[in-house]
Each structure stands twice: as C-alpha cells, then as structure tokens.
Nanobody, 130 residues
Framework: QVHFVESGGTSVHPGGSLSLSCSAS????????TGWFRQAPGKEREGVAT???????VYADSVEGRFTVSRDNSRRTLYLQMNNLKPEDTAMYYC????????????????????????WGQGTQVTVSS
C-alpha cells in the first residue's frame, strides 16, 4: 500500500555530514510510527531514528546528538540529518512505517510481522571511511 524511495546516501569522510530523504507514495496512516533503520553486511538490522504520529522522536543511543529525524507531511517526505559521521555508521539505510509504538520498534526492528517479501525497499548506501 505504501512505497518508499530513499535517497541521499554517498561516501563521506569521518566527521562529515549527510542528509537522507525518503519519499512516500500511497496512503500513510499518520498514527503510525515512521523511521529510519540500517543494516551493515553481516549484522542485524537496527533502528536508528523514529518519529511518531505526535511528532515525538526516539534515537538509538549510538546516534543520539548526531542525527535528527524530521518529516514534511505536505511533501510526503521523511528526512534524516546526519552529522559527525563515524565509520560505524556505514550501512544501508531504509525508511519504513508500521503500526508499532516507536519506542518498541526501534529496539525490535525486525518483528515477525515485517518478515515478508518487499517490506523493506532498496535503501540508500552510506559509507564513512578515511
């Protein structure tokens, strides 16, 4: 029902900044949690930053103070501003929406209900290296 397209990822040096965008098509329930998730090769998917229907945000401890998630409902776009990037931020970044509490979902990014084909889109690659 909802399709997301992520963009903005590229290769940067440590300490650099990037802005990611996620454009949505189709119906979005504004009560749902929406957020950014990432996955590095050989590692589990992890929650990065979420924003709920009230505009409240939750961040992973590893990005707190460096990343900022925001949205523009009129443009149907989700954003992730990333500052002071570190090599450990290297991953494929995905956006998604689901009917979970953000505080739960960011800590449990891959519940059984989401283990279905094509739930996650193509993502956008962020690489941080010297």
């Amino acid at each position: 029902q909802v399709h997301f397209v992520e963009s903005g990822g590229t290769s940067v040096h440590p300490g650099g900044s990037l802005s990611l965008s996620c454009s949505a098509s189709g119906y979005i329930d504004n009560r749902y949690c929406t957020g950014w998730f990432r996955q590095a090769p050989g590692k589990e998917r992890e929650g990065v930053a979420t924003i709920d229907g009230d505009g409240s945000t939750v961040y992973a401890d590893s990005v707190e103070g460096r990343f900022t998630v925001s949205r523009d409902n009129s443009r149907r776009t989700l954003y992730l501003q990333m500052n002071n990037l570190k090599p450990e931020d290297t991953a494929m970044y995905y956006c998604a929406t689901a009917a979970y509490l953000c505080e739960f979902w960011i800590q449990h990014p891959n519940p059984p209900e989401l283990r279905r084909p094509n739930f996650w889109g193509q993502g956008t690659q962020v690489t941080v290296s010297s």
